[in-house]
């Protein structure tokens, strides 16, 4: 059976298109720390906040600074433009939280909190939107009692 090797520049366009999409998805922030590190982060997805919470553990899951400090450590992906993979076991989100320090969990937490401001500027309240759909669609289900 013969084996045809593309050209890499003439993808389709879907492949195209998916791959934006993928990027756009994994694409970073940056903000710099006090101590003038430059640090990669983005947002969690679901299936990552998933195995966050199940490296965490039932005793860490309810406690809301541990969760936080262990979100922002774990999604910062990059520090000074070295690549830094995600952590794979409690020891490792140990090491991050450790390597950030205050000062790189506090610029992260502070460009958060300016994001969140934004919105409440804008008038948007983003959980109630989100909150409000998903409800709508619940009680619209079938198997929702009238």
């Not at 003038?36 to 983005?42: D, E, I, N, P, V």
């Not at 989100?93 to 502070?110: D, P, T, Y």
């Given at each position: 059976m013969p084996i045809t090797l593309h050209n890499p520049e003439e993808r389709p366009a879907a492949e195209g298109a998916s791959r934006r999409i993928v990027d756009a998805a994994n694409a970073l922030e940056h903000v710099?720390?006090?101590?003038?590190?430059?640090?990669?982060?983005?947002?969690?997805?679901?299936?990552?906040?998933?195995?966050l919470s199940e490296l965490a553990g039932a005793n860490n899951v309810g406690t809301a600074q541990w969760m936080m400090f262990a979100m922002i450590a774990f999604s910062v992906r990059e520090i000074d433009g070295q690549a830094m993979p995600r952590p794979g076991?409690?020891?490792?989100?140990?090491?991050?939280?450790?390597?950030?320090?205050?000062?790189?969990?506090?610029?992260?937490?502070?460009?958060l909190q300016g994001q969140a401001e934004q919105a409440d500027d804008l008038g948007v309240d983003l959980v109630r939107e989100e909150s409000q759909g998903e409800m709508e669609r619940a009680k619209n289900s079938p198997g929702t009692p009238r």
């Open positions: 710099s720390d006090s101590k003038g590190r430059s640090l990669g982060w983005r947002k969690l997805d679901a299936l990552e906040e998933f195995d076991t409690k020891n490792d989100l140990r090491a991050r939280v450790k390597l950030l320090g205050a000062e790189g969990l506090n610029a992260i937490v502070q460009r």
